[in-house]
């Protein structure tokens, strides 16, 4: 949904024929991305869903993508959205190698150039409607970060967008340490991701989940986790509640 902004032609107000136009919500959106240090680099994991409101229309949607030779992007929100900012990050590689002085963009320049990006359109009132995590590998240095759609922007050893910041995170304040093996690290992902597939409506049982290092960036063909539905608290779920039947 959008709306226009009139603009003020002297004694009149009239519509411009380039219209400004803001984007009021989200159309298609992708839901959590949980993304982890780990001795060797960093492995991100998301599922592949796209919903259009409540709907679960699309299940083949990549949300993570590699940018450049040192780092990683993973996106939830908008999906339009997540694809301008691929195209910004295109130009900007692109820009980038023409230099051609033997240098490189890594993940903290690509991280900090993605918090500009976010806080100058937030305060344009025109945000992207992401949550990103920015992850990479360079000189032998693992580096993680998220930036929120208004350009908030933290590093840390493991970060979540969506429910997987109220329901994953707590795991990985548990089990998480920093010489997580890469079969170690990927059954905490493994664990977190199943976890959001019981509790968040949004989530699909079809995920990948990604690793970089110094070799550079490899993503995992689709696959679906092994679940259990027979616990006794999803036969009834409001049994107990307040004001249930």
């Known amino acids: 949904m959008t709306f226009t902004i009139p603009i003020d032609n002297g004694d009149s107000v009239k519509n411009?024929?380039?219209?400004?136009?803001?984007?009021?919500?989200?159309?298609?959106?992708?839901?959590?991305?949980?993304?982890?240090?780990?001795?060797?680099?960093?492995?991100?994991?998301?599922?592949?869903?796209?919903?259009?409101?409540?709907?679960?229309?699309?299940?083949?949607?990549?949300?993570?993508?590699?940018?450049?030779?040192?780092?990683?992007?993973?996106?939830?929100?908008?999906?339009?959205?997540?694809?301008?900012?691929?195209?910004?990050?295109?130009?900007?590689?692109?820009?980038?190698?023409?230099?051609?002085?033997?240098?490189?963009?890594?993940?903290?320049?690509?991280?900090?150039?993605?918090?500009?990006?976010?806080?100058?359109?937030?305060?344009?009132?025109?945000?992207?409607?992401?949550?990103?995590?920015?992850?990479?590998?360079?000189?032998?240095?693992?580096?993680?970060?998220?930036?929120?759609?208004?350009?908030?922007?933290?590093?840390?050893n493991h970060v979540a967008t969506g429910f997987g910041n109220h329901l994953a995170r707590p795991i990985l304040r548990d089990e998480w340490h920093a010489d997580l093996s890469f079969e170690d690290g990927v059954k905490l992902l493994e664990k977190c991701m199943r976890v959001l597939l019981y509790r968040d409506r949004s989530a699909i049982n079809k995920l990948q989940i990604a690793k970089i290092t110094e070799e550079g960036v490899t993503v995992s063909q689709p696959y679906s986790l092994n679940t259990f539905w027979e616990f006794k608290a999803f036969h009834n779920p409001t049994a107990g509640a307040e004001g249930s039947w």
Request: hydrophobic letters at 35%; proline letters at 2%; a negative charge.
């Open 16 to 156: 411009a024929e380039a219209d400004s136009q803001r984007t009021l919500y989200p159309y298609v959106t992708g839901t959590s991305i949980v993304a982890i240090k780990y001795k060797d680099g960093v492995l991100m994991a998301s599922d592949m869903g796209g919903s259009y409101g409540s709907t679960l229309r699309y299940k083949n949607i990549e949300r993570m993508k590699a940018i450049g030779k040192h780092s990683l992007l993973g996106a939830s929100g908008e999906i339009s959205d997540f694809q301008e900012i691929l195209r910004y990050l295109d130009e900007l590689v692109l820009n980038d190698n023409m230099w051609d002085d033997g240098n490189s963009l890594g993940p903290k320049e690509v991280h900090n150039y993605l918090t500009r990006v976010m806080y100058n359109r937030r305060n344009k009132f025109n945000p992207l409607w992401n949550t990103l995590v920015l992850g990479g590998v360079k000189n032998g240095e693992s580096y993680l970060g998220m930036v929120s759609m208004i350009g908030v922007s933290f590093e840390d």
